[in-house]
């Protein structure tokens, strides 16, 4: 199967910094772990911690995307969070202390998608590749191809590999990988308001992570695309693709790439715009049958539409999404989905390499952007969060775990 233009087998370049110059400002507090293989869980393999203290801000923005606004006050209590996103280091440690094996690396059930022929249903994922020149943005499969064999460890497919990368984000990772890697860490992945509040470094109400001005000093603060989307990338403080965690300035809280590098899987359904996020799962189905968004999602495609341009619904989508029974019947979790999918979409937080302002103005803390929970892509990644215990109300017991995410 091949959704984008092209068969090209050309993996988008990843160049090393130019003149060696690429500064580690954002470095302090980074530890790079060690790539020795484990058979623990060593908490040293693990990123530091880095604790906030919670409390209220005003999450959005009406200046951009319909989907940020209405801007309003949450409230989300203390917790820890992950210093920068997963590394490449980090997720090899995981996967050689439990033989883990990602979505994007497992053969998908013929049963699930009758008619479909066996040579399409191969492991692989989403790639991006540049295109020669300028192109019409309105079709994302130009430059987004469906690629066997493309996985963490080769992100870009076969020949491609992760190997002086170490300290990349890891990409290819669906959100039932990033709930393994965070499971097996003891930790959790944050929600959409916890991560928002940790991207805002403790500045209310600001457009970017480092404040409202895009380039203090003319200085470049995150990685995002520079050139032109989606043909020629200049390079990102000399990276094109992913750059090492930390390559540009920590934000207020010390946290590195919270905006640019990668997009972050949080734990929230995906909601049309914020006024909806406090109604009920039915109301939010039926605001998402209500309202139609016509926005460019982000760079990339915002569902499984890469799958679903290719296969069938499966018979069972909810469970081969991996989703427990109680998610599989939870209406929001169906709210979630495009219209037409049943795959339901999780939020994506703070942009990545490949978000360009001419198209896709996206590395600010209260951009969100929607993504089926089976599809992985090169440009996605994630980072955990640990929460004080919680004391369980009495009168909850039985609270399903769906119910749980809806007070996320
Ligand atoms: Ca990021
Ligand atoms: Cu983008």
Redesign the pocket.
Known sequence: MDTAAGTSSAPEQTKGPDGGTTGSAGRAGTTVPATAPVTARPTSTLSPLVPLPGGTYRRGSTEFYPDEAPVHEVTVGPFEIEQHPVTNAQFAAFVDATGYVTVAERPLDPADYPGVAVEDLQPGALVFTPTAGPVNLSDWRQWWRWQPGARWSAPHGPGSSIEGREDHPVVQVSYEDAQAYAAWAGRSLPTEAEWEYAGRGGLDGARFAWGDEYQPDGELLANHWQGSFPYRNTGARGWVGTSPVGTFPANGFGLADMTGNVWEWTSSFYTPNHAVDARTAEEVAAARDALTIEMPA???PSTGAAMAAAHPAPHDPLGAAGLDEDTATDVRAAASAEPGSAIPRKVLKG??H??APEY?L?YRPAARSPQAVDTATSHIGFRCVVRPPVAVAPSTPGMPASARNLLG
């Open positions: 982000c760079c990339a942009g990545s490949l978000c896709c996206r």
